[in-house]
């Protein structure tokens, strides 16, 4: 059967609203998937495609980075997981013609949806300077272009290296190696607007920035908080441990401003109670926080933990903190003192709700805290996150089975590039291997983050910007700051998959190299090789594509960097890199003597399943931090502020997207059809600013800068949110996140909490702007 031919655009957004529901998945689930898959890829690809999602033969879903369980369904998979396979194996064809066809100027005015939907793509092209329209530029000819560009640099520092989360250890590790061989520790990642709030926290608490739970750890906890989370849409895997996790009689609260369907009610599409009957109940207890409330609420629950241990002793795990925690005294003291009045303007919570959530962590014997963007998007989500930290460190819950910090990663291998040395501030211990394994002194000053990155090239410091995946000028924020950034740079170079729209707001010149997916078979001149991963639990396993490339003409992401740090190091690097893309084992070995953990690599990737990193506090109560200790942290306690006629708004994901990827215009738990521009405002706040559902809005965000940042054309949604609160779509709303609107600490884009007013649109921008 034929796959559909894409949709038109531009999208009239003129979306459909009707109630949110109250549960997530069953078989309106499958019917999306394979409905999206057939689409894409037709009734035999889809069939055979979606069978090796996430089997141990088979390749790591590029989904999100939820780890796979022991026991594995034949279809392990989920709907969103299917969008994604769909959207790589897609059978739809970008080639040379359509560049001719369309100049890039005109490319710029598409929809990032429309960008999408044309196909994979299936040869380098180029784009010459003054040039109109991309042309097809043969391999060694593109390597030449970049290496020259790059050695005509002043310093290796005005070049940027950017990866998003889906490429291999294996690329990744020789991604850095490239890049510190050429001189900088300019390697911004997805990363830095995504965890590095938690890794920041992590870090400095309990001495490891991932988190110290296995999924086996779930069924064995009491009570499991999951706070600033939509799993339904982003993780819907873990509602399949969460629902093993309450037939255990684990207790589950849910903390958001949003009550999201997916944490109401799962209805599990592997099994018959799921498919034909009421599914199961998820949350116990829902605290409907502001935006931002998070820090205090913590705070609070710690402040009543430690009046209940007064009477009840075991409250709080004395031994635990005083043979493994430092900071102890000055954290109670801070605890002591925080307000219960203070607590409940930050939060919107009633009092009563909140003594219900200390009751159920009473009886809790082993907690876990999961969390994602909801905690890390904010200006004080680096303290928000250690709050969480003094929380559980108080009642002894981490390094013990049940227990524990559960930050759940966004792309699929993510957490793995960070072990492979994507970072750039790298630890010293780090580089001290690269030097003795590879014999060059790699640089030690620290590189550029994504936000230092975007101020570089918009000061004209940083000259050429390399992204290894990704679509960096919509991911990040402050879309026209970005976009003129970008527009300064001599050469914008993009390996990538898809068409979107960081290869048509370029630099002076740019590059576009088509690379394979995970589902694709990639063979190299020693065989057929497969690559590794880290999910989001530390546990690393290979990952192997069947399918036959979409084109002759693709490199694997390995092949790519390895040709080209040929081209650029030439005689000067001491690096096989002809052996590393000849046989990615002989890559595997280096990381087995560079970074920690992976001794006898290849040995351990036999193993069903692959293999557990190491993890101090989790294995042993180790606590690498500088005090040898887990630390307490007593920060003040912030939260936003919001003025009076304003709304706090946060820029979320929808059902029918990944990032910056849109596979649809829907989203069905919120009940939205049909279009994206919309915003989400409690009927009550809307009605007393003016704005009755259905009416259209701009969007202004207010910034001390004082410049106007304006997402015009938004259909307001009277909608159950927590009251002076808004939600909206990203990536359409980072045109209103400003460039210095970070996180403390982590630099974080702080997405989940911009001051906005809404204003009355002009007329004639109501129904006609584009997503
Ligand atoms: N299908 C699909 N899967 C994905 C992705 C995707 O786009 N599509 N993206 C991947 C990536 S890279 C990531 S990082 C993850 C993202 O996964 P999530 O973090 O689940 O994604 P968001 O849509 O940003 O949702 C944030 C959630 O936090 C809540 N929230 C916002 N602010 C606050 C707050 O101040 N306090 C509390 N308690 N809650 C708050 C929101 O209401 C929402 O439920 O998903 C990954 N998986
Ligand atoms: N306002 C706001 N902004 C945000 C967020 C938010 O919640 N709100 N979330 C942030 C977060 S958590 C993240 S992680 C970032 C995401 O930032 P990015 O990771 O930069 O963005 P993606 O949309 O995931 O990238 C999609 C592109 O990756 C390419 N691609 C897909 N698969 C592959 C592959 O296997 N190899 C290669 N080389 N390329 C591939 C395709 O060309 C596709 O177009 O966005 C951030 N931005
Ligand atoms: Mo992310």
Request: aromatic residues 6%; hydrophobic residues 35%.
């Amino acid at each position: 059967m034929a796959t559909q031919p894409p949709a038109d655009d531009p999208v009239q957004d003129a979306p459909d609203v009707s109630p949110p529901q109250h549960a997530a998945a069953g078989l309106p689930a499958i019917g999306h998937s394979l409905r999206v898959a057939r689409q894409q890829m037709g009734v035999r690809r889809t069939a055979r495609t979606l069978l090796r999602v996430n089997q141990k033969d088979g390749f790591d879903c590029p989904g999100c980075a939820w780890p796979e369980g022991e026991k594995r369904h034949a279809a392990e998979f989920c709907e969103n997981g299917a969008k994604a396979v769909a959207e790589e194996a897609t059978l739809r064809r970008i080639t040379p013609d359509f560049f001719a066809e369309h100049p890039v100027a005109r490319l710029a005015e598409r929809s990032g949806y429309w960008l999408g939907q044309q196909g994979r793509l299936t040869q380098p092209m180029y784009l010459a300077e003054g040039a109109d329209h991309y042309e097809p530029v043969p391999w060694e000819r593109a390597f030449d272009i970049v290496a020259d560009e790059l050695r005509a640099l002043d310093s290796p520092d005005e070049a940027l290296f950017y990866t998003s989360g889906r490429t291999s250890n294996e690329a990744a590790f020789l991604y850095q190696l490239f890049a510190r061989e050429f001189g900088t520790n300019n390697l911004p990642d997805c990363s830095n607007m995504c965890h590095e709030s938690s890794g920041s926290a992590l870090t400095e608490t309990i001495g490891v920035g991932k988190g110290s739970v296995l999924l086996e750890d779930l069924p064995r906890a009491d009570l499991i908080i999951v706070a600033g989370q939509n799993p339904g849409t982003n993780h819907p895997r873990m509602l399949t441990a969460l629902e093993a996790a309450k037939a255990a009689g684990t207790r589950i609260i849910t903390v958001n401003p949003l009550p999201e369907a997916g944490m109401e009610r799962f209805k599990n599409p592997q099994t018959a109670r799921g498919l034909a009957g009421g599914g199961t109940a998820l949350t116990d207890l829902f605290l409907q926080i502001r935006l931002g409330g998070d820090q205090a609420l913590f705070r609070l629950l710690s402040r009543l933990l430690l009046e209940a241990a007064e009477s009840t002793p075991d409250a709080v795990d004395r031994a635990f903190i005083a043979e493994h925690t430092h900071g102890f005294e000055e954290f109670a003291a801070a605890a002591r003192a925080h307000d219960w009045d203070e607590t409940l303007r930050a939060t919107g919570l009633d009092r009563d709700t909140v003594e219900r959530a200390l009751r159920m962590i009473l009886d809790a014997k082993s907690i876990v805290v999961c969390w994602a963007m909801g905690l890390t998007q904010h200006k004080h989500a680096v303290p928000t996150i250690k709050e969480v930290v003094n929380f559980l460190l108080l009642r002894g819950n981490i390094g013990r089975p049940g227990a524990g910090v559960c930050p759940v990663r966004g792309h699929s291998n993510v957490q793995g590039d960070r072990t492979m040395g994507i970072f750039e501030r790298p630890a010293p211990a780090f580089l001290d291997a690269l030097e003795k394994e590879f014999g060059f002194a790699p640089p030690r000053e620290h590189g550029l983050d994504v936000v230092r990155s975007i101020r570089a090239l918009r000061d004209g410091t940083a000259k050429v910007f390399f992204a290894m995946g990704g679509n960096f000028v919509s991911a990040s924020p402050d879309t026209e700051v970005t976009e003129a950034a970008m527009r300064r740079a001599r050469l914008t170079v993009h390996v990538s998959t898809k068409l979107n729209r960081s290869h048509v707001v370029t630099g002076a010149r740019a590059l576009i190299l088509p690379t394979l997916g995970r589902t694709e078979r990639d063979r190299q001149a020693s065989g057929d090789q497969f690559v590794t991963v880290e999910d989001s639990m530390g546990m690393v396993h290979a990952s192997r594509g069947r399918l036959e490339p979409a084109s002759e003409q693709l490199l694997s992401e390995t092949a790519i960097v390895c040709r080209l740090a040929r081209r650029t190091l030439g005689a000067g690097s001491g690096t096989p890199w002809e052996e590393f893309e000849r046989d990615y084992s002989s890559i595997r070995d280096r990381i087995s003597r560079v970074v920690p953990g992976f001794d006898d690599f290849e040995n351990k990737l036999r193993r069903p399943g692959g293999f557990t990193l190491p993890h101090g506090p989790r294995d042993d109560r180790r606590f690498p931090t500088a005090t040898g200790r887990a630390n307490f942290t007593a920060a003040p306690v912030e939260y936003p502020e919001l003025p009076d006629g304003r709304l706090l708004l946060q820029t979320i994901r929808s059902h029918d997207q990944y990032n910056t990827t849109i596979y649809g215009l829907d989203d069905r738990y919120r009940g939205i059809r049909g279009g994206r521009r919309v915003v989400l405002v409690h009927p009550e706040d809307a009605r007393a600013l003016g704005f009755p559902d259905g009416s259209y809005t701009d969007l202004v965000s207010e910034w001390r800068d004082g410049r106007e940042r304006r997402a015009p054309g938004f259909r307001v949604v009277h909608y159950p949110t927590a009251r002076g609160c808004a939600a909206a779509y990203y990536p359409e709303t980072n045109v209103l996140v400003p460039l210095d609107a970070t996180a403390d600490t982590s630099n974080t884009p702080a997405g989940k909490s911009l001051v906005v007013r809404l204003e009355k649109p002009a007329p004639e921008t109501a129904v006609t702007a584009h997503t």
